[in-house]
C-alpha cells in the first residue's frame, strides 16, 4: 500500500517553504488539476521504465523494508523511502531555485534484539540545483546522500542518521508482481482515485550497516512496494493497516485494509498472493478479514495502534498471527511529510494452505494519530 496517497492535507504549508508561492493546497477533496495524469485501467507497467519517476503523475514513492542480520546473528528490521509530490504540473514557470515539487525520505531501523527503533527524515525542493530528485530515464531517487537506484540488475541503497546508516545493495529473487488489476489499484469510488501499483516481493540483500560508528556486514531480504498516481482518500476514509509477508514456504503476501470513518473495513481494500514461482493472485476485501488482538498506546503521540493481529484468508487455508518485533515503531515527522504513522518489523506464524508456516515482515498503520483526510460524509 502506499504512504499518503493524498498529501492535501499535509503540505499546505510546505509550499510556502518550498519557494513556491504563497497559496498552500487545499484541505478538500475536489479533483486536482487536469493537468495532472490520473492512473487508468489498461496502462502497461514496463520494466525497467516503471522504476523511473513519472513527473506527470502528481505523488510517486519508492518504499523499502527488509531484515538484516549480521555476521554475529543480530536481527534488524529496516525502512527506507522517497517521495516525490509535485505542487504544479511539469513545464510550469520557475526560477533554478523555486521548484514545482518536494522530495521527501524516510528511513528507520529497529533493532529488534536490543528493543530501540532509530528513524530519520528529510525534506528538499529538488531544485536544478541537484539537491534532490529523480530520473525520468533510468531509476534514480535521491535527497542529498539519501539515494536508491538500480544499476543493472541491482538496486543500491544508501541513507544515514545520527548514529545509524546504511549501504546495502539487493537483487531480485522473483519478478515484479503487478498488485489490483494489472498494476491498476483502484482505492475508492471513482476510477481515478486510483494508483499504478507492484512490489518486488522478495529481494536478496548484502551490505553494510553502521550502528554508532561501528560498521558491521550484513544479508537478509527485503521487499519493495512502488506506486505512482494522483489520487486521495476519500471523506470517508481515513487511513489503513497494510502488512507484507515474506513466508519461509517461499511464498509472499500483501494486503492492505483500508478504514472508514465509522470504523469498518472498506471494499476497496484489496491484496496480492504470491506462490514460489512467482504466479501472483490477486485477493479483495471480502476473501480476508483483519482482526486486532492488542493495542499500544504511544507516549509521543498519544496516538493508540493495533499491536497484533489474527489474518484469515479461507480461500487459501490461512489463518496467521502477526506480531511486532517491537511495540513502538513509531515516526512522528514533523520535519518532513508532518504525519504521525506506526511502521514497523513484524513475525508471522500460523497456517496457510492449512500447514504450517512462519515467516517475517513488515506493517504500516495510518489514520490513527489523526485522520489522512479532512471533511465528513
Keep these: 500500500m502506499s504512504k499518503f496517497p493524498s498529501?492535501?492535507?499535509?503540505?499546505?504549508?510546505?509550499?510556502?517553504?518550498?519557494?513556491?508561492?504563497?497559496?498552500?493546497?487545499?484541505?478538500?477533496?475536489?479533483?486536482v488539476p487536469e493537468e495532472f495524469a490520473y492512473a487508468e485501467p489498461g496502462r502497461p507497467i514496463e520494466f525497467p521504465r516503471d522504476h523511473a519517476s513519472h513527473p506527470e503523475f502528481q505523488t510517486e514513492w519508492w518504499y523499502y523494508t527488509g531484515h538484516l542480520t549480521t555476521a554475529q546473528g543480530r536481527p534488524y528490521g529496516f525502512q527506507l523511502t522517497f517521495f516525490r509530490h509535485a505542487l504544479a504540473p511539469a513545464?510550469?514557470?520557475?526560477?533554478?531555485?523555486?521548484?514545482?515539487?518536494?522530495?521527501?525520505?524516510?528511513?528507520?531501523?529497529?533493532?529488534?534484539?536490543?528493543?530501540?527503533?532509530?528513524?530519520?527524515?528529510?525534506?528538499s525542493r529538488?531544485?536544478?540545483?541537484?539537491?534532490?530528485?529523480?530520473?525520468?530515464?533510468?531509476?534514480?531517487v535521491w535527497i542529498e546522500r539519501w539515494s536508491a537506484e538500480a544499476l543493472g540488475r541491482y538496486h543500491v541503497l544508501r541513507a544515514s542518521g545520527d548514529s545509524i546508516a546504511l549501504d546495502l545493495v539487493l537483487i531480485a529473487s522473483k519478478e515484479p508482481?503487478?498488485?489490483?488489476?494489472?498494476?491498476?489499484?483502484?482505492?475508492?469510488?471513482?476510477?481515478?482515485n486510483a494508483t499504478h501499483y507492484y512490489s518486488?516481493?522478495?529481494?536478496?540483500?548484502e551490505g553494510v550497516l553502521e550502528i554508532a560508528g561501528t560498521p558491521h556486514q550484513v544479508t537478509g531480504e527485503g521487499?519493495?512496494?512502488?506506486?505512482?498516481?494522483?489520487?486521495?482518500?476519500?471523506?470517508?476514509?481515513?487511513?489503513?493497516?497494510w502488512f507484507s509477508m515474506q513466508l519461509d514456504n517461499g511464498e509472499e503476501l500483501?494486503?492492505?485494509?483500508?478504514?472508514?470513518?465509522?470504523?469498518s473495513p472498506d471494499t476497496n481494500s484489496s491484496?496480492?498472493?504470491?506462490?514460489?514461482?512467482?504466479?501472483?493472485?490477486?485477493?479483495?476485501?471480502?476473501?480476508?478479514?483483519?482482526?486486532?488482538?492488542?493495542?499500544?498506546?504511544?507516549?509521543?503521540?498519544?496516538?493508540?495502534?493495533?499491536s497484533g493481529w489474527t489474518i484469515r484468508i479461507p480461500s487459501l487455508g490461512a489463518e496467521l498471527s502477526v506480531e511486532p518485533t517491537l511495540r513502538d515503531q513509531e515516526l512522528v515527522t514533523e520535519e518532513s511529510t508532518r504525519v504521525t504513522y506506526w511502521e514497523g518489523s513484524v513475525r508471522v506464524r500460523g497456517l496457510l494452505h492449512d500447514q504450517p508456516v512462519a515467516g517475517k515482515g513488515y506493517t504500516e498503520l495510518t489514520g490513527y494519530a489523526a485522520p489522512l483526510t479532512m471533511g465528513a460524509d
Design 7 to 31: 498529501l492535501w492535507r499535509v503540505l499546505g504549508g510546505l509550499a510556502v517553504l518550498a519557494g513556491v508561492g504563497t497559496a498552500p493546497l487545499q484541505l478538500s477533496c475536489e479533483p
Design 271 to 306: 491484496g496480492t498472493h504470491t506462490l514460489r514461482d512467482g504466479t501472483a493472485r490477486g485477493l479483495d476485501s471480502h476473501d480476508f478479514t483483519v482482526v486486532v488482538r492488542d493495542t499500544w498506546r504511544s507516549t509521543v503521540s498519544g496516538a493508540e495502534y493495533p
Design 200 to 205: 518486488i516481493p522478495r529481494l536478496t540483500i
Design 223 to 241: 521487499w519493495l512496494d512502488r506506486e505512482w498516481g494522483t489520487s486521495q482518500l476519500e471523506t470517508a476514509q481515513i487511513g489503513w493497516d
Design 91 to 123: 513545464g510550469a514557470e520557475g526560477s533554478r531555485w523555486r521548484t514545482r515539487q518536494l522530495f521527501f525520505g524516510h528511513f528507520a531501523l529497529t533493532d529488534e534484539e536490543g528493543g530501540t527503533f532509530f528513524w530519520a527524515e528529510k525534506i
Design 126 to 140: 529538488g531544485s536544478e540545483l541537484d539537491d534532490a530528485g529523480a530520473r525520468t530515464d533510468r531509476y534514480r
Design 177 to 192: 508482481v503487478l498488485n489490483g488489476d494489472g498494476g491498476y489499484s483502484r482505492k475508492g469510488g471513482s476510477e481515478h
Design 254 to 263: 500483501m494486503l492492505y485494509q483500508l478504514r472508514r470513518r465509522d470504523g
